[in-house]
């Protein structure tokens, strides 16, 4: 390394796409035909795009040359044999079931090991895995450690499975939990990672009670980039070899490789179990595809392959993670409250604390995430009590937080863009106590922060 202390963007522009400068007024007009649900905005009408990190990566110059390699044979196109030996060189699971994302992965594995009376614990499960889980009747238990709960409590690995409860779980209820869930980074609770000892320390407590861990590893390399930064005696360590360590703890993944895979569409089911294994590979061809496609076309394959080799590369990580910290220390040094540490992937708003006035319920995290549209035409997400408070039962109830996910797609913005994001939500900041709270207008009774409609309060 020379002594060069800025850490740059490790690839130059090849291709640009133009976004689009909005006045204050389009903008008003383009929430009140939204009904105030930002996931119903015209993408063409968002300056910066920090809804999501999923799927909205810019590819490389070798995925875009690997997607002319694509063949797009039914079965056994060398395609798929490319992306599986790209997954099993980092996750050497038996099996390997491709799927268009990562739900249908989640859809297809919880299908075949949930019903009614069982219960799967994870960290924190994603909204996607929650209802999947739930979509089946089984009950899906978040067991993160209490600090992962404390948005502004400093702790390496916040997104670390408090492993005591999970053993009072599977000692009370061990018959009914079919799969111990990990999920890295842990996205719901704020991208934190979770740490080697933790996820040796929850094989350890699977080993004993007979159970399967499952990773949810959308945010793989990330979360390796954490271990190798932060965790005591990992430093010296190639990230490579820390993920082979991390898959080779687990008995299976369910992946979305529109995060680390940086690629646009794409996931994987992977499992070493035979027997259940096949019974995913026929619910697979009920709605997926063909076993060495699933739902994807083969330049997709291709794109994750090369992918997958590229997003290991830790000049990428080390840019990656810093340039989401600028991000965080910048909103810090505005006194914006946040959740700390910054995630890998993004950064959360703490809007329940920004916005004491703003009362759970009437959804301080919304109020929030359309003022920075309104301001910046800059797209966060709520993660609060709009996405987790209605229950399967009807009844609603606040969130654990109530946080604005900036996330960051990968490759895609400069400093610039995130220069101008600060800008913005610094304005917001300053005007915090003369924003209002919303209430639904309209909401669908499963995942209702995608399709809700809102109104202002008055
Ligand atoms: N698990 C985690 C931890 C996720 O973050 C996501 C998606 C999924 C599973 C589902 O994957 O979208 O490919 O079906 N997260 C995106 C996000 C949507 O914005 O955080 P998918």
């Not at 980092?90 to 739900?103: A, D, N």
């Not at 220390?329 to 916005?355: T, W």
């Not at 209605?390 to 900036?406: I, K, N, Q, S, Y």
Request: hydrophobic share 40%.
């Amino acid at each position: 390394m020379d002594r060069w202390q800025t850490i740059i963007e490790p690839f130059r522009i090849h291709a640009v796409e133009p976004i689009r400068l909005t006045t204050a007024a389009e903008r008003e007009r383009a929430l009140e035909a939204a009904g105030w649900n930002l996931f119903n905005l015209h993408a063409d009408d968002v300056l910066i795009d920090f809804l999501t990190d999923s799927g909205t990566g810019a590819m490389s110059r070798d995925q875009w040359a690997a997607i002319q390699h694509g063949d797009e044979s039914y079965a056994g196109s060398p395609s798929w044999y490319a992306f599986l030996a790209s997954v099993q060189a980092l996750f050497p699971f038996r099996h390997v079931i491709p799927t268009h994302q990562g739900r249908a992965a989640e859809k297809i594995l919880f299908s075949a090991i949930g019903r009614p009376g069982r219960v799967i614990p994870n960290n924190t499960h994603f909204d996607t895995t929650r209802a999947n889980v739930e979509y089946t009747g089984a009950e899906a238990v978040d067991l993160v450690i209490p600090e992962g709960r404390q948005p502004a409590t400093i702790h390496p690995f916040k997104g670390n499975m408090d492993v005591a409860a999970l053993e009072r779980l599977l000692a009370e209820r061990g018959d009914d939990v079919p799969v111990v869930f990990v999920t890295i980074t842990n996205n719901s609770g704020g991208g934190q990672p979770v740490s080697l000892a933790n996820l040796r320390a929850v094989r350890e407590v699977c080993d004993r009670h007979a159970k399967p861990m499952f990773l949810d590893g959308c945010r793989f390399a990330e979360n390796a980039w954490f271990i190798k930064a932060r965790e005591p005696g990992q430093e010296h360590r190639p990230v490579v070899d820390i993920i082979r360590e991390v898959g080779g703890l687990a008995d299976g993944m369910t992946m979305s490789a529109k995060k680390d895979g940086l690629a646009n569409i794409g996931g994987w089911l992977a499992l070493n179990d035979d027997e259940l294994a096949e019974r995913c590979r026929n619910l697979l061809i009920l709605t997926e595809g063909f076993v060495t496609y699933g739902g994807l076309a083969g330049r997709d394959l291709e794109a994750i392959a090369q992918g997958l080799r590229e997003v290991v590369d830790e000049d990428y990580l080390r840019y990656r993670i810093r340039s989401t910290a600028y991000l965080g220390e910048a909103l810090d040094a505005a006194g914006i409250p946040l959740v700390k540490p910054f995630g890998g992937h993004a950064v959360y708003l703490d809007a329940r604390a920004m916005l004491p006035h703003i009362p759970p319920l009437e959804y301080p995290g919304q109020a929030l995430a359309v003022e920075l549209y309104r301001a910046g035409g800059i797209r966060g997400c709520e993660i609060g009590t709009v996405m987790f408070g209605l229950h399967p039962d009807g009844t609603e109830a606040p969130a654990a937080m109530d946080l604005v996910r900036l996330a960051i797609p990968r490759r895609t913005y400069t400093q610039s863009h995130v220069d101008y994001v600060i800008e913005v939500a610094r304005d917001v900041a300053s005007r915090a106590a003369s924003l209002r709270g919303f209430r639904i207008v309209r909401q669908p009774a499963q995942l209702r922060h995608f399709t809700a409609t809102f109104a202002p309060r008055a």
